[in-house]
């Protein structure tokens, strides 16, 4: 049986009753054991949709919040948009319950749901969000996920990890020294490192330099040297060179890890904020996820940018 067929919809709803007497167990190194496949999709994002919800929703209304949700995300088919929220495949269609509560956000802090961006973080946003929409001058300039294919969409890799609404499993490896994470979405690898030094600032790679350390029962993971040319796709915000994240892993049940984050950017952000998400283990393997560099969409779009280009030169000699 799907253990996440059982735990889905709960999350880790069980892991505060079962937290004062569960005994997390060791793998062969002694070290908390994590291994295993882990699923953390749910309805719940990163950020509640402004003034809709709160972040506790109460179990009565738990039905009704998630019907508004879902037309958030998805809005209903029209003539122009034939996918919509009847016609999509959503593999967890529900909120997430964290310490028994339904969550409408992971964000516990800020109060409001909402990324604490300074004013140059919202005029840094916009320019990046422009770049991403208008920019054609080559490969370069394309978002990373969706058309390059070099990171998960959605932001699944992280760090930080977020949820996507699809592929959203990830298979845990631990070794004595390293844990690897490998994210079904775009099929991405990120190995952290236990115990080890930071690279020097130079060098930059696409999910970062992440080192590990534990702390009892917790796998602490503190990461920098992040890209600054490495958005979340389709998550809310970006790093600059200066960004530093700390993730806490705690396994608090048989079947439930908590999942802690802060996220620190003085450049893009007027303080630090921390998020909370559930993951829940799963016997389900991980498939093939088919994006790729180099398909027929890269150079459909750069030859659709040149021949606009034409057009217009030809419009303006006319003129």
């Known amino acids: 049986m ?7 919809v709960l999350g880790l709803s069980g892991a505060s009753a079962a937290g004062q007497t569960y005994r997390t167990p060791r793998n062969v190194y002694g070290a908390p054991d994590l291994n295993g496949v882990w699923n953390n ?11 809709i919800l709160p972040l506790v929703v109460r179990p009565a209304d738990v039905a009704a919040a998630e019907r508004k949700l879902m037309t958030s995300y998805s809005p209903p088919s029209t003539a122009a948009n034939v996918g919509g929220t009847e016609t999509e495949w959503w593999d967890g269609a529900h909120l997430a319950r964290i310490g028994g509560a339904f969550r409408t956000s992971w964000l516990v802090d800020p109060d409001d749901g909402q990324l604490p961006y300074s004013a140059e973080g919202k005029r840094l946003a916009a320019v990046f969000a422009k770049a991403q ?3 054609f001058d080559g490969p370069e300039s394309r978002p990373v996920a969706g058309d390059r294919c070099l990171l998960p969409s959605w932001g699944a890799m992280g760090p930080v990890m977020m949820n996507a609404p699809y592929n959203a ?5 631990q070794t004595r020294d390293q844990i690897a994470i490998m994210a079904e979405n775009n099929s991405e690898l990120r190995i952290i490192r236990i115990g080890a030094a930071h690279l ?11 080192i590990g350390h534990w702390e009892k029962d917790t796998l602490v993971v503190e990461t920098t040297n992040l890209r600054a040319d490495a958005p979340l796709s389709q998550a809310p915000f970006f790093f600059t060179a200066g960004a530093r994240v700390v ?5 608090v049940a048989p079947a439930a890890l908590k999942y802690e984050f802060t996220v620190a950017d003085p450049r893009i952000f007027a303080r630090a904020w921390r998020a909370e998400m559930a993951f829940v283990a799963t016997d389900a393997p991980l498939y093939e996820f088919a994006c790729h560099e180099g398909n027929y969409a890269m150079s459909n779009v750069l030859a659709g940018a040149r021949a606009a280009e034409r057009a217009q030169a ?3 000699v006319a003129r």
Do not use: H, K
Request: aromatic share 8%; hydrophobic share 30%.
């Open 169 to 173: 499993n990830y298979r845990f490896v």
């Open 133 to 135: 929409t208008e920019s």
């Open 247 to 251: 993730e806490r892993f705690t396994r």
């Open 41 to 51: 999709n749910a309805l719940t994002r990163l950020q509640r949709p402004a003034g």
């Open 200 to 210: 020097p600032s130079q060098i930059r790679t696409w999910t970062g330099d992440s």
């Open 314 to 316: 030809t419009a303006s």
């Open 2 to 8: 799907c253990v996440l067929s059982l735990v889905g």
